[in-house]
């Protein structure tokens, strides 16, 4: 999952990138189709009820959409840096494009449940491939001082999709049926393919060693703390979260019309959860992750307690979404510190385990939900938010590696 941590990565390369001529145009473009991109990966998050019943399968059944595509994105994001290291970044990107619009039509148009998994299988190859792409095309496109406000623009889709995407889906599923909300993630999608064909420039790859960059960081200790505490961190997290639809109706009695609203707020907190993180780990990287595990765990673990009183229940849920956007932006940065000369590998196999994650989550959480009821997975992220606290707080050696 990509962040806002990244503006300050992607300034260490400058020196060693290929500039290209780029337009602010073609930045934009670039960060509507990442708001596309996180729109389209958690759009069914806000319509798994309706997505359950009209395929005739239970709510934990849905959440393989989402289990599918971050499974699939877990496996696209290594494999990337070497398929794709040959290829014109222009070209890769009009591809993956090509693959969103497709994804959205095929799932906006399933007969069945087994074409909709199918539609987000072409998703999750879509997100791997695209986050470890684009993430790093701001400093070539806008090359100098200005690569910072260039990654910002790319990035700023992440947050965009989180606050405005996904509850403008739920509202238009509502108003119209989930198909409709697909059916327009496909279309905004074709519309950044057809400006991204004639804004984006030419970009050649650029000189990589592939997937021997990610076997030299699996050496280094620092990296296998940060994947572990990733993976369960955002398990607990998504477990929680892909029903938090189910959860608001059947627990918090919060009507269906009303739900796009309480999604809009978790979102913004969200987005607000983004900033608050950047500058955390400006602060100290360390205490900001240790302070976001913490909120993440006291706030899902207070809604359990008055999770039938919504005036109550409420707040918290936004207290959440604080904690969920700081998270990515907070795990990111601290591993960024064990490799702080291969950011590009380290983004790659943080997307993948974030992925991973995400799909397990859903998947888990599913399974508990249909056998110990939704309270169960709400439970589970608190235990993985405080066990990730932990785990990270253990004692060891800075970039300690396993080989010695």
């Given at each position: 999952m990509p962040n806002q941590i990244r503006l300050r990565a992607v300034s260490t390369h400058q020196a060693t990138s290929s500039p290209a001529p780029g337009t602010w145009a073609a930045l934009l473009a670039i960060g509507v189709g990442a708001f596309a991109l996180v729109t389209t990966e958690f759009l069914p998050v806000g319509l798994l009820p309706q997505i359950a019943h009209d395929m005739g399968v239970s709510e934990g059944q849905a959440g393989l959409v989402v289990t599918l595509s971050g499974a699939l994105a877990a496996i696209a994001a290594p494999l990337t840096i070497g398929a794709a290291r040959q290829f014109d970044r222009r070209h890769v990107l009009l591809s993956l494009l090509g693959m969103l619009v497709v994804s959205n039509l095929v799932v906006a148009t399933a007969p069945g449940f087994a074409v909709i998994l199918v539609g987000r299988v072409i998703l999750g190859a879509t997100i791997g491939a695209f986050w470890t792409v684009a993430g790093s095309l701001g400093p070539r496109l806008r090359p100098g001082p200005q690569a910072g406000l260039a990654t910002s623009i790319i990035l700023s889709g992440v947050s965009l999709g989180t606050v405005a995407g996904v509850p403008a889906g739920a509202l238009l599923g509502?108003?119209?049926?989930?198909?409709?909300?697909?059916?327009?993630?496909?279309?905004?999608?074709?519309?950044?393919?057809?400006?991204?064909?004639?804004?984006?420039?030419?970009?050649?790859?650029?000189?990589?060693?592939?997937?021997?960059?990610?076997?030299?960081?699996?050496?280094?200790?620092?990296?296998?703390?940060?994947?572990a505490g990733t993976v369960l961190a955002f398990v607990g997290q998504f477990a929680a979260y892909t029903y938090i639809a189910p959860l608001m109706l059947r627990v918090m009695h919060i009507g269906p019309a009303t739900i796009s609203a309480v999604l809009l707020g978790f979102g913004a907190a969200g987005f607000v959860g983004n900033l608050l993180g950047g500058w955390a780990v400006g602060k100290h990287a360390h205490r900001a992750l240790m302070s976001?595990?913490?909120?993440?765990?006291?706030?899902?673990?207070?809604?359990?307690?008055?999770?039938?009183?919504p005036a109550?229940?409420?707040?918290?849920?936004?207290?959440?979404?604080?904690g969920f956007g700081m998270l990515p932006i907070v795990m990111q940065s601290w591993m960024f510190s064990a490799a702080p000369d291969r950011l590009e590998s380290v983004q790659a196999i943080f997307v993948s385990a974030a992925q991973a994650s995400i799909g397990?989550?859903?998947?888990?959480?599913?399974?508990?939900?249909?056998?110990?009821?939704?309270?169960?997975?709400?439970?589970?992220?608190?235990?993985?938010?405080?066990?990730?606290?932990?785990?990270?707080?253990?004692?060891r050696k800075r970039n300690h590696r396993l080989t010695r």
């Open positions: 509502e108003l119209l049926g989930w198909r409709y909300a697909f059916g327009a993630s496909a279309a905004l999608a074709l519309v950044v393919l057809a400006a991204a064909t004639f804004l984006v420039p030419a970009l050649a790859p650029e000189s990589t060693r592939g997937l021997k960059d990610i076997a030299d960081l699996l050496k280094i200790r620092k990296v296998w703390f940060g994947l976001t595990l913490f909120l993440l765990g006291a706030s899902v673990l207070a809604l359990t307690m008055v999770e039938a009183h109550l229940a409420v707040p918290l849920v936004m207290l959440w979404g604080l397990g989550g859903a998947l888990v959480g599913g399974l508990m939900i249909d056998r110990l009821g939704i309270n169960s997975a709400l439970w589970l992220s608190v235990g993985a938010a405080f066990a990730t606290a932990a785990l990270i707080s253990l004692p």
